[in-house]
């Protein structure tokens, strides 16, 4: 079974302060990882991929890889009300070319 | 920027009505997506399709088909629509090939089976 986790949350940080969102997924294998914003009633929005250990930042987003461990965070910096949002880690699995979705976590942002 | 059109935000439909779903991508993605999304249940996989006239199941394909008759379309059709497909409908494009740049999603369709 292929399995990707998230704490549903909420993840509650006042704002100006560091959030930092984690998922793990089940197969050392996989390659691929990614994570979406997705705002209330609104579709999907690719914010980050990553595909090899280690750290890569754009802005105040930073995804973070962990293959030994299998993990994959997203630190948000500087963290907006307007960064108030569920997000979702997905991760391609080396048996196909498909994303696996973890359920999503909501972070919320207090003014 | 790839752009993933679906054709209604909101729908209402009767129950028992065979109901289309339109999904059109512009950037000569190979691959596309049906997904129902649901509180608690996340996005779940019902059909997709890596050429045209291809289509595969997804996770739970029961109670939908699927048409792709061209590259930039693929419908996702209701045969007949039921309250408990009442659902927020999600599709999905990407490329092909051996790297996967992730998924594009379409704004969505609410659906309301009454």
């Known amino acids: 079974q292929k399995e990707v986790e998230q704490n549903s949350g909420p993840l509650s940080v006042p704002e100006g302060a560091i959030a930092s969102l984690n998922c793990t997924y089940s197969?050392?294998?996989?390659?691929?990882f990614f994570w979406y914003r997705q705002y209330s009633g609104k579709s999907p929005e690719l914010i980050m991929s990553?595909?090899?250990?280690g750290d890569k930042e754009d802005g105040r987003f930073t995804a973070q890889l962990n293959k030994a461990s299998q993990y994959v965070s997203l630190l948000i910096r500087d963290s907006q009300p307007s960064d108030s949002a569920t997000y979702l880690c997905?991760?391609?699995?080396?048996?196909?070319?498909?994303?696996?979705f973890g359920g999503g976590t909501r972070l919320m942002v207090k003014p | 920027d790839v752009k993933v059109t679906q054709s209604s935000r909101y729908l209402v439909k009767r129950t028992g009505e065979k109901v289309f779903l339109e999904c059109v991508q512009d950037?000569?993605?190979?691959?596309m997506f049906w997904y129902r999304q649901d509180p608690g249940l996340g996005l779940r996989l019902i059909y997709f399709?890596?050429?045209?006239?291809?289509?595969e199941k997804g996770d739970i394909p029961e109670g939908y088909s699927v048409s792709r008759e061209k590259k930039e379309r693929f419908s996702l059709i209701l045969e007949s629509a039921s309250t408990n497909q009442t659902s927020m409908y999600l599709c999905?494009?990407?490329?092909?090939?051996?790297?996967?740049?992730?998924?594009?999603f379409g704004s969505g369709t609410r659906l309301t089976v009454v």
């Open positions: 999905a494009s990407s490329l092909g090939g051996q790297i996967n740049y992730g998924y594009t």
């Open positions: 197969d050392r294998g996989s390659q691929s």
């Open positions: 990553i595909y090899s250990n």
């Open positions: 997905a991760v391609i699995y080396p048996a196909g070319n498909m994303l696996t």
């Open positions: 950037m000569d993605h190979e691959n």
């Open positions: 399709s890596y050429d045209v006239k291809m289509k």
